[in-house]
Each structure stands twice: as structure tokens, then as C-alpha cells.
């Protein structure tokens, strides 16, 4: 069982920067495809970014390329989610998800609100 606990969330401004963080309870981190999730109210949840065990392959979701950066250090067993240039259709709560072949964890999520 692996528990992920996001930190970072907030009130910001639209133009603003917010930095999230998920630490995960494992000594296998780095054997985890890590993602970060969105879910604004009323709709499904999103994938914002995955990166890979080693950190080499990123991937993002069109709406976010350019302004948001994922980023992890197995070390500390944490994975980042940069977020610049925030838009209020970026306001949702942020999941942190850890994927490891049929294994699948979730954390409890922060509130990321842009104001216009």
C-alpha cells in the first residue's frame, strides 16, 4: 500500500505560479509512474502530467504544455507539478497518482483556486 499526501495548493491569481508536491510512503519510488490529476466541479477528473520511474519521459495534457512542469526526486521520494502562468480553468482539485503495473494509488488532493 502506498500513501501519496499533496501539499501546495491555494488561492492564486490568474498569471500567478503555484508549486505542488507528493510525497509518497514507499522505499520502491522509483519503480512508480507518477502522475498529477485535476478534477474542476461538475467534471471528470484529467490527466494534467505523467513522468516516468526515472524521470526522462514527461507527458502533458495540451491545455497545460508550455505552462506546467512535472518533476520528481526518487530520493525523496516526491514528485513536483510546476505550474506557471495559471489560468482560473486551471482551478480544480489536484491529484497526486501512482502507478505501478495493476497497481494504482491515489492521494486525497489539494484545492488549486485562480481567481480571475
Known amino acids: 500500500q502506498v500513501q501519496l499526501v499533496e501539499s501546495g495548493g491555494g488561492l492564486v491569481q490568474a498569471g500567478g505560479s503555484l508549486r505542488l508536491s507528493c510525497a509518497a510512503s514507499?522505499?520502491?519510488?522509483?519503480?512508480?509512474?507518477m502522475g498529477w490529476f485535476r478534477q474542476a466541479p461538475g467534471k471528470e477528473r484529467e490527466v494534467v502530467a505523467t513522468?516516468?520511474?526515472?524521470?526522462?519521459?514527461?507527458n502533458y495534457a495540451d491545455s497545460v504544455k508550455g505552462r506546467f512542469t512535472i518533476s520528481r526526486d526518487n530520493a525523496r521520494n516526491t514528485v513536483y507539478l510546476q505550474m506557471n502562468s495559471l489560468k482560473p480553468e486551471d482551478t480544480a482539485v489536484y491529484y497526486c497518482?501512482?502507478?505501478?503495473?495493476?497497481?494504482?494509488?491515489w492521494g486525497k488532493g489539494t484545492l488549486v483556486t485562480v481567481s480571475s
Open positions: 514507499t522505499r520502491t519510488f522509483s519503480t512508480y509512474i
Open positions: 497518482n501512482a502507478r505501478f503495473f495493476g497497481n494504482n494509488y
Open positions: 513522468i516516468s520511474t526515472t524521470g526522462g519521459t514527461t
